[in-house]
Structures are given as structure tokens and as C-alpha cells.
């Protein structure tokens, strides 16, 4: 008998022990007819690293489910509030497209400038006359350059100089009274001379110069220098190295002039801008 009133006592505390645990938010849900927030719970540190634990609420009571009682509020947990989870970015993640790659874009061929001179002219309005004409070519100002040509001299026919004006202007007018072709030298070394002819050829000039004197005039022969003075044009143009423009500037002007000459400057070359 003893021992079964001690076994009553023992399962009495038992029951106690067991429905009057330490946790009130159990007590506090059943008291009050509702489930405990999300934010009212105690989460339990993860056991260990990779792995989370969240302490999930109590069950709803029977009247919670069965329609009666205090309405649930629903839960209001983010995914990154969960430990464990990692954000990702949205949108789809893309290779790169090799043909989106950037495509080098070529360097301009340097423009050198190149030096022309181009010729001949009689005269230097002549040359002038095309510096006009490039305007849209040259990058300088063109330069008349004046060059003298050597050249074989002509057999001169000549009565030597008077003493002063007065007596070769008296003699000039005699041979003119003779019918002779003749004229004045007014300056230079030969001033107050009088010219009886010019001739390529020695021979001509021998027999004007045998018929002179049998006209008893005191002609002489003599060489006359006629070197020529001819004219150039200088200017600068740019172009690039190697290009069909330069190549048909240099047969243009090939078939127009007895001198062309294109060369390089001095100095270092530029890259072509582009507008």
C-alpha cells in the first residue's frame, strides 16, 4: 500500500514538472488564444558554419485553425534575414559576346611634306601666273627662283665704241644713210657701239663682216654671251607617304614642265586629323 500511494505522489510531480516548464512564450501563446510574432522569438545560434537554424512558432490552437478566436499575422521574414541564404544580383547572367569585342581601329598614314619646284618659265610673271592656280595645293607661299643657263654665245658684227655719244650718234647716222640694217648701243660695255648683226654661225657673221669692211667701215667681230635667265616655281605640299594622290601630281605636272622635282622636307612627319 505504501508503495503505491509513493508511486501516485511520483507520478503527480512528474505531470507537474512537465506542464509547468521554464517557457513562458509557450504559456503566454496558449493564455492568449494567438500564435507569438516572428520578432517575440529567440533564434538558436547555428550549430555550426554553412548551417541555420530558425525556431519555428508554436502550433496554432485548435481554434486558430478552425476558424474561431485571434486572427494570424502573417510572418514578415526577408531573405537576406535568413541566416545561411546569400543575395544574388538579378537578371540573367551573359558571357561576352567576342563579337562585341573592341576592334582596333588603324593609325593614319603619317602626311610628310613634300617640296616641289617646277619649271620653265621666260619669265617670272609667267611663274607668278601659277601660283595662282595652286592655291588649293601648296601649304607655302610659291618662291619664283630665277636660274641662268649657260648657252653658246652669238658672232657679233660690230663697229667698236665712239669716244662720246655725239660722235656715235654722227656715224650711226651715216650708216643708216647707207642703207645699212644697224642700231645704237646705248648701255653696257659696248655703249656707243654700233651693231651691224647677230649670227649663230661663225661663217654668216665672216661674210657680213668681209662685206662691211669693203664698205669702208671699221667693223670687227666679236662674241656675244647670251646666257639665259629662266624661272622657277618653289612651293610646299602634303601628302601621305606612298599615295596615289602624290603619284598622280608627279605625272600631271610631268607632262606639263621640262623640270619637276619632288622631294621630301626636312623635318619630322605629321599625322593626318581627321575633320
Known sequence: MRWLVLMLVLGNLALWWLFSGPDD??????????????SE???????????????????????????????????????????????QESGPVTEADPALAEIPIPEPKPVQRYCFRLGWFDSEEAALALAGDLSTVAISEPEVEAQEFEQPPLHWVIIPPRSSRDAALE???????????????????MENAISLGLFESRESAERVLEKRISENLPAVLELFPRNQIRYALAFEAAYSS???????????YGHQFELVEINGCEGVATTKKSP
Open 41 to 87: 522569438l529567440q533564434t538558436v545560434p547555428p550549430s555550426s558554419a554553412g548551417e541555420s537554424d530558425v525556431e519555428a512558432p508554436a502550433p496554432a490552437p485548435d481554434s486558430a485553425r478552425s476558424g474561431t478566436g485571434t486572427a494570424i499575422e502573417a510572418p514578415e521574414v526577408a531573405v537576406g534575414d535568413v541566416p545561411g541564404e546569400s543575395r
Open 25 to 38: 512564450v509557450e504559456r503566454d501563446a496558449d493564455a492568449s488564444g494567438r500564435l507569438p510574432r516572428v
Open 171 to 189: 656715224l650711226f647716222r651715216d650708216v643708216q644713210r647707207r642703207g645699212v640694217d644697224s642700231y645704237l648701243v646705248t648701255r653696257g660695255e
Open 242 to 252: 606612298g599615295s596615289q594622290e602624290l603619284d598622280q601630281a608627279r605625272a600631271n
